[in-house]
Structure formats: C-alpha cells, structure tokens
C-alpha cells in the first residue's frame, strides 16, 4: 500500500487533539480558559478548528498541558496546508448532496459558476458545517425522526423546506391565535369546491395569515418525498408548508387540514414533516391528524352516509353538496378509509399542474 499518496477527505484540527488532552487530563474547558487566559470565543474557535493557533499560545499550552509548542505549531501547520483540500472536497461533495437541477429551474439560485455561494446564500448560512448542524436540529425534532422508512435525501429535503422559509417570511401574519384559526378551517372548507388553484390558494394563504399561520406551496425538488410540513418558527408564528404533490384536489386539501391538525393538536412540541408513502409507519400523532383532516372534511354527523354511500355519481355529487366539499374529496376519504379501491372513481378528483398554480 502507497501510504505516500493517501489523501483522506478529512482533516483533524489542533483542536481535536487538544480536546483528547483535556478528556485524558480532566481538565474542563473553563479552567483551560483561564489558564489561557483567552476568550471564550477563542477558545471555542480553537476547538472548533476555526480560530488560529499562535506560536505564543501553543507556548502557554506547552506551559498548561506538557506537549510541546513545537508540536502544536507543527499540528497547525499540517491543518492549515491540507485545510483548503479539504474543503474542496466537502464542497463537491455538498453539492453532489442537493438537488442542483431542479433549484436552478425552480429560480431558488441562479445557474452561476459559483454554486457553492449561490446555495449558502440560499440557506442563509456561513458555511456547510453550519448548515448540516441547522438542518440536522431540524430533522432531529421532528416526529418522524423515528420511523426507517423515512426516505427522502437530506439534501433535497433542506432544500425544500428553506423554500418553505423564504416565502412564508414574506407573508404578514398576525400573531399565533389558535381560537380563530379553529374558527377559520370551518370557513376554509367552502375553498374545496373552487375550481381554480389561482383563486381559492390566495384565499387559502390570506385566511391563515390572519390566525398567525404562514402557508407556503412549494413543489419538492427530486429526491424530497414531503407532502407536507408544519412548525413553529415562534410562539407567535407557523409556517405550513404543502407540497401539491399529486396534484389533484383531494390529496391537497387533506393534507391542509392534516397539518392544520397538528398544529391544533400537538403545538409546538415537535416539527412534523409529512412524506408520500403507503408502507409509511404511522405515530400516534400522525393517526390523530388524519382523524383531524378527515372530520373537517366531512363533519362527524355525515359519516355514517359516507360509509354507507352509493358508489355513482349521483349519490357522490349530491353528497358533497351537503357536506359543502368537492366530489373529489368525497373519492378520496372513500378510497382513504378502505371503501373502494384507489383506482376506482379517480374521474371525479379535480387535476392541475403547476402553471395551474403558480401565477
């Protein structure tokens, strides 16, 4: 083996050796501190690889810890010649990681040269650790952060949700008021029986504004699985975040009040991101707001004719004048809850496409 041309794509900083002395010391990062006699913030961008190691701290080091200065001048010296190899290399790979294409033809970033500052401009963000430590948080608070099956690629699914951030910090909301958003997905429900994605998602998107929700229909890019997503950015302010991804009426509007629901149901206590997926496991909340969707969809008083409904389009359509929804979400919930099959009366559900919805 050639161990002269190993080139690893990673890199340790004087910082990870210096934080394997201090465990094997027992020596907390405040006593360091003050023997240092540095910052804080030094101290942590030294341990973080981010700050540089000078001749006079390795001294102090040498001082404090026993090791050597010339060791550690010698540990930075390697750290800062391999750094901008690495970083390369990170960088290809973090573009490999998202879904380029699709954020270039979506107008999320511009097709330039430099797509490494385009995408962390995009993200609002520094750099890549940065990013990866946010949306890793995200991840991590969420429901469905226990379930195997779910398979969306992380770059692309940071992708769509940073979408989902822009455009709900352009809409003026009014603070969190969860009484009168209760009150507005009663008024909502009407908005299934418009035919026209131009007209009832404006309406859509205002309504909830005033309840304190942010709504944001993005598509997902490839690689993002998501049909849905909601959580709080703020006591005062949620962001919910739709997909359109089938894009028929049905699968929309009970995704809406999916998310509505665990908004209503659960708070702020978790992030829920929703993926497209028949083996998905389901958690006790998930279970909750599909039983949310599917009674404001249709009231629990009308359920017993639903199950019991005549599968022709007479009974469907006067149905659904009843419960004041579209014949598509009538086929939907029948198809949802096992009464037909999914292949059956899918004529009745209203289709789009995307410049049906975007203006």
């Known amino acids: 083996m050639n161990t ?64 050597s200065a010339e060791f550690w001048m010698k540990r930075e010296q390697i750290y800062r010649e391999e750094l901008p190899r690495v970083r390369k290399l990170e960088e290809a790979n973090w573009l490999k990681e998202l879904p380029l294409n699709d954020m270039i033809k979506h107008g999320w970033i511009k097709d330039t040269k430099d797509k490494i500052s385009a995408c962390l401009q995009y993200f609002d963000v520094p ?148 993926e497209v997926s028949a083996s998905r496991e389901r958690t006790q909340e998930e279970e909750e707001a599909n039983i949310f969707a599917g009674e404001m969809l249709i009231p629990h008083e009308l359920r017993s004719q639903l199950t019991s409904l005549r599968r022709n389009k007479r009974s469907i359509i006067s149905f659904a004048q009843i419960a004041g929804i579209s014949p598509g979400i009538v086929v939907g919930q029948l198809q949802f809850l096992g009464i037909i099959s999914h292949e059956y009366l899918n004529s009745y559900k209203r289709r789009y496409s995307w410049d049906d919805i975007i203006s």
Not at 157 to 162: E, G, I, P, S
Request: aromatic share 10%.
């Open 127 to 274: 750099d890549i650790g940065t990013w990866r430590k946010k949306y890793n948080s995200v991840i991590e608070m969420t429901a469905f952060r226990k379930s195997n099956s779910f398979s969306s690629e992380f770059g692309a699914m940071t992708a769509w949700l940073r979408q989902g951030e822009i455009r709900s910090a352009k809409i003026n909301c009014s603070p969190w008021n969860e009484d009168l958003f209760e009150k507005t997905l009663e008024n909502i429900r009407p908005l299934t029986r418009k035919k026209n994605p131009k007209e009832f998602i404006p309406e859509l998107i205002n309504a909830c504004a005033q309840c304190g929700v942010a709504i944001a229909v993005v598509p997902t890019p490839n690689g993002c699985r998501a049909s849905g997503a909601t959580m709080f950015v703020s006591p005062k302010r949620a962001i919910l975040m739709l997909s359109f991804r089938y894009l028929s009426d049905d699968q929309f509007w009970f995704t809406f009040f999916h998310e509505a629901g665990h908004l209503m149901l659960h708070g702020d206590k978790s992030v829920f991101l929703e």
């Open 4 to 67: 002269q041309n190993f080139q690893p794509n990673w890199i340790s900083s004087p910082g990870d050796t210096l934080s394997d002395i201090l465990k094997e010391k027992h020596i907390g990062i405040e006593e360091l501190e003050k023997k240092l006699k540095c910052s804080s913030d030094y101290l942590s961008g030294l341990l973080g690889g981010y700050s540089k190691l000078t001749l006079d701290v390795a001294k102090r080091l040498e001082n404090i810890l026993g090791t």
